[in-house]
């Protein structure tokens, strides 16, 4: 049987992947599988850009609104999630268009995960703090001393895989790169991976509309019920960026212009790691809108570039 086609959209925060996402599958018949850290969460929606619900009426998506945001939801469990949607997507006859920003889902999904799960909360916080030049740069020596060969593929910008190899070494005691040979194999498949061509100027500036039509949207008010309903500020969902922020300026602790520019910061310097880690990304094709939708579309028809 002949491998069966997987188109991935990657991207950075507010680039327009979901839009792509979304006309690829009305194009070829297809179903989205979101791979947003936190769109998983109930609850989270207008501070996580969910897609609107007319267009999940429209266009099935899938692992959105599937944990309680008490919940800690791992790259692993995603991965082995996102591969039970796929399958299912393609048993109805349908194409599966996997969608998302968080790139180290994907890249779980795509060449799976190093041995077992591993989670070390306090270490998990310990390393997702502060990424200040000096930090980021001793955090990466650290990286290539203690396992030089999985040091030498990672770039000094990405934080997430640095932060994250360094909680499973002192975890475990074991190198990421020994855990990766033993790791289990990943299905065989066509995949395309698609991102739009945009600037990271044009980025930063749809970061800011964004945020704002966020506020508008009602964020407080949805991080308001979240409190009343006992959601608090430790909860694994509330580390999306904003949450915490809008809660801070309710509390008192910062004006609402205070929250909102830390939220827009916090926000430019994710889609910044994002660029970042997309840049060594394998076989990644940058192409403007509609030229990724005609990709995809021939892609899916078994028609080479």
Request: net charge positive.
């Amino acid at each position: 049987m002949s491998e069966r086609p997987l188109v991935v959209v990657l991207g950075p925060t507010a680039s327009g992947k979901t839009d792509l996402a979304v006309a690829i599958a009305r194009r070829v018949g297809g179903e989205i599988v979101s791979a947003d850290a936190f769109a998983v969460y109930r609850g989270f929606d207008v501070g996580t850009a969910k897609p609107a619900a007319e267009i999940r009426r429209e266009i099935p998506h899938h692992l959105i609104d599937v944990a309680s945001p008490l919940e800690s939801f791992t790259a692993g469990r995603w991965a082995d999630a996102a591969r039970d949607a796929i399958r299912d997507i393609e048993n109805r006859g349908r194409i599966p268009i996997v969608a998302g920003g968080s790139h180290f889902y994907v890249r779980a999904l795509l060449s799976g995960l190093p041995g077992r799960e591993v989670a070390c909360p306090a270490l998990r916080r310990h390393f997702a703090g502060a990424w200040e030049p000096g930090v980021r740069r001793s955090r990466k020596r650290m990286l290539d001393i203690l396992d030089p060969a999985y040091g030498a593929r990672v770039p000094a910008g990405d934080t997430a895989r640095i932060s994250r190899a360094l909680e499973i070494i002192f975890f475990t005691g074991q190198r990421v790169s020994e855990r990766i040979r033993s790791g289990p194999a990943p299905e065989r498949r066509r995949v395309l991976k698609l991102a739009l061509q945009i600037s990271r100027q044009a980025i930063y500036t749809r970061v800011e509309a964004r945020v704002n039509a966020m506020w508008q949207s009602g964020w407080a008010r949805e991080v308001e019920s979240l409190r009343d309903a006992g959601v608090t500020l430790a909860a694994p969902a509330f580390r999306a960026i904003g949450y915490r922020e809008i809660a801070g300026a309710a509390d008192g602790e910062s004006t609402l212009e205070e929250a909102l520019r830390r939220t827009i910061a916090r926000t430019r310097a994710l889609a910044k790691r994002q660029s970042t880690w997309l840049a060594s990304e394998p076989g990644l094709e940058r192409l403007e809108f509609e030229a990724g939708v005609e990709r995809a579309a021939a892609f899916i028809r078994g028609e080479s570039a």
